[in-house]
């Protein structure tokens, strides 16, 4: 995405010119936000780490019972600013005397600490996906399906979500 030519849709790259032709017709009618709350109203609450946790962890026992254990699950304030990332996950493997440990961590950018669940649904998903999957493939995405039906669309207007609040500001 480091070679888009509109920087302004930096998150919108990856479609096509007709399709960011929209937003920005969209965005010069003030009207991306009010499309956003229509589709969708209500923030979710799951505002702390702890919370956090507990909705990671029921998607990852509904899906991915057999994979590894998650070590960490936080809201992270640096990740957006820093890694221009949304969510990451980080695999550590450590040798402590004869064992050899691993850690798995989520870290989610706490951008999404205000805005819809489906949002932070995607992300979550997105990075549980990772724990089978470490490369953005197509064994990747159908997971990514398998575990939510419209993994892409709510992709597509999560984007349109980050270029309102740096274009325009917050909705909710």
Request: glycine fraction near 2%; charge should be positive; include cysteine.
């Amino acid at each position: 995405m480091s070679d888009c030519q509109n920087v302004e849709l930096k998150y919108l790259c990856a479609y096509s010119p007709s399709v960011q032709a929209k937003i920005r017709e969209m965005l010069d009618k003030n009207t991306l936000g009010s499309f956003l709350l229509k589709k969708y109203p209500q923030i979710h609450t799951i505002n702390n780490d702890r919370q956090l946790r507990e909705y990671v962890m029921a998607l990852k026992n509904k899906y991915l019972k057999k994979s590894d254990p998650l070590s960490k699950i936080i809201y992270d304030p640096k990740i957006h600013v820093l890694n221009n990332a949304l969510g990451l996950h980080t695999f550590v493997s450590r040798v402590q005397g004869s064992k050899l440990k691993r850690k798995n961590e989520i870290r989610i950018s706490e951008v999404f600490k205000e805005g819809p669940e489906a949002f932070l649904q995607m992300i979550v998903v997105h990075e549980l996906s990772h724990l089978r999957f470490k490369a953005h493939d197509k064994a990747f995405y159908h997971l990514c399906e398998h575990m939510l039906a419209d993994y892409h669309q709510r992709e597509f207007e999560m984007r349109l979500y980050l270029t309102q609040l740096e274009l325009v500001g917050k909705i909710y």
